[in-house]
């Protein structure tokens, strides 16, 4: 059962929610996968999406680079959601720490991924921590820049139809990660905490 530890409500009504669980079981508008540019599903969340999604996830990942070549870090690309209890899922590819402007181009992962989820009429969405696992991306950093990002989304589109994003973490070393980033960026204030 996922758990919301802390919520925080921006001016426009539109909310953001640190959650502690898994992420293939959240029945929002779509999920994010944690993709690489060829949307090899092969380890880490991705494996598990694929997994749990069923083969429809991997067909259309195949046919979107068959068509779209490999997936750049702001223009996420999505498949159905299969066997999820979410609709679809953005398979956003986040940055490998190491090869220059990670911070940007994590930004523009989470910005995509938001600009998808509207593209597709959806109201909520649910990340993971983007490039925090098997791309070394360091967590507390990774924290700030997503959080940043999904602020400066909220901030510069008021009307957007997109209501909730969810920020999915599954580990105590993660969870404690953004938790902290979290309290230092005074996203406390808003409405509720766990």
């Known amino acids: 059962?996922?758990?919301?530890?802390?919520?925080?409500?921006?001016?426009?009504?539109?909310?953001?929610?640190?959650?502690?669980?898994?992420?293939?079981?959240?029945?929002?508008?779509?999920?994010?996968?944690?993709?690489?540019?060829?949307?090899?599903?092969?380890?880490?969340?991705?494996?598990?999406?694929?997994?749990?999604?069923g083969r429809v996830i991997r067909d259309e990942s195949n046919a979107w680079v068959r068509e779209h070549g490999p997936v750049s870090h702001s223009q996420p690309?999505?498949?159905?959601?299969?066997?999820?209890?979410?609709?679809?899922?953005?398979?956003?590819?986040?940055?490998?720490w190491g090869d220059g402007d990670e911070d940007a181009k994590l930004a523009a992962a989470v910005r995509g991924s938001m600009e998808r989820a509207v593209e597709l009429e959806l109201d909520s969405l649910a990340l993971p921590a983007i490039s925090t696992g098997i791309f070394s991306f360091p967590k507390a950093r990774a924290a700030g820049v997503i959080f940043e990002a999904?602020?400066?989304?909220?901030?510069?589109?008021?009307?957007?139809?997109?209501?909730?994003?969810?920020?999915?973490?599954?580990?105590r070393p993660t969870l404690d990660a953004f938790t902290e980033v979290w309290e230092a960026?005074?996203?406390?204030?808003?409405?509720?905490?766990?």
């Open 1 to 53: 059962m996922n758990e919301v530890i802390q919520e925080h409500t921006y001016p426009a009504g539109k909310r953001l929610q640190l959650v502690r669980g898994d992420i293939t079981t959240e029945a929002v508008g779509a999920i994010v996968n944690a993709a690489n540019a060829h949307l090899q599903h092969g380890g880490g969340v991705a494996a598990v999406i694929a997994r749990k999604g």
């Open 77 to 96: 690309a999505y498949t159905r959601a299969g066997n999820l209890p979410c609709r679809y899922v953005i398979h956003a590819v986040g940055p490998v």
């Open 150 to 171: 999904i602020e400066d989304y909220f901030s510069n589109n008021p009307e957007t139809p997109l209501e909730l994003v969810r920020l999915i973490l599954y580990d």
């Open 185 to 194: 960026h005074s996203l406390s204030g808003g409405a509720g905490a766990a």
